[in-house]
T-cell receptor, first 118, second 111 residues
Framework: DSGVTQTPKHLITATGQRVTLRCSPR?????VYWYQQSLDQGLQFLIQ???????AKGNILERFSAQQFPDLHSELNLSSLELGDSALYFC?????????????????FGPGTRLTVL | GENVEQHPSTLSVQEGDSAVIKCTYS??????FPWYKQELGKRPQLIID?????GEKKDQRIAVTLNKTAKHFSLHITETQPEDSAVYFC??????????FGKGTMLLVSP
């Protein structure tokens, strides 16, 4: 157990719908990262937040958005869902000792949310 | 941006053999290189990492070597066991940038 929690574990929805994925980082971690992993694909970085502020953006679609709240949990919002959005979505967190160091710090992954769009 | 190439994409070994997975990176400023193991449907788990001030790091049957000049790093697993079967991802990053992952290597260890 990495200490990172994600809810829900599974989500099944229809095309055109909107869903929200939730992540709670490890205690003391200030950075949260979101990744998408499609079938037989690697880990695609979506977005990073550090202490409530957006720090880095990867291949995140405009239909997707995220935020990090004062208690440091984060939510990833996916809207106008398409079949191709079906994937495993992982959240990771890192402590960022000494302030934000970007990705050069150990990241611990949550168990993921499996999204199925029908 | 950073580009990480990982080889091979699939590796089959017999139990007890050694396995080596290699990664190359493009940004000479990268200084952090973690390796993750991912079992089917599970989360990626950090198994070992190395920073650029070290050339080699070992943890029981797992070791990572780093060649900064050639910009490549490798994962070595000795005395492989069936439970080592999984997908392994390498990654690279530098300060103020995010991790860039390789595409993964599926390791199959046959009894």
């Amino acid at each position: 157990d990495s200490g990172v929690t994600q809810t829900p574990k599974h989500l099944i929805t229809a095309t055109g719908q909107r869903v929200t994925l939730r992540c709670s980082p490890r205690s003391g971690d200030l950075s949260v990262y979101w990744y998408q992993q499609s079938l037989d694909q690697g880990l695609q970085f979506l977005i990073q937040y550090y202490n409530g502020e957006e720090r880095a953006k990867g291949n995140i679609l405009e239909r997707f958005s995220a935020q990090q709240f004062p208690d440091l949990h984060s939510e990833l919002n996916l809207s106008s869902l398409e079949l191709g959005d079906s994937a495993l979505y992982f959240c990771a967190s890192s402590v960022e000792v000494g302030g934000w160091t970007g990705g050069a710090d150990t990241q611990y992954f949550g168990p993921g949310t499996r999204l199925t769009v029908l | 941006g950073e580009n990480v190439e990982q080889h091979p994409s699939t590796l089959s070994v017999q139990e007890g053999d050694s396995a080596v997975i290699k990664c190359t990176y493009s940004d000479s400023a990268s200084n952090y290189f973690p390796w993750y193991k991912q079992e089917l449907g599970k989360r990626p788990q950090l198994i070992i990492d190395i920073r650029s001030n070290v050339g080699e790091k070992k943890d029981q049957r797992i070791a990572v070597t780093l060649n900064k000049t050639a910009k490549h790093f490798s994962l070595h697993i000795t005395e492989t066991q069936p439970e080592d079967s999984a997908v392994y991802f390498c990654a690279a990053s530098k300060r103020y940038s995010t991790l860039t992952f390789g595409k993964g290597t599926m390791l199959l260890v046959s009894p």
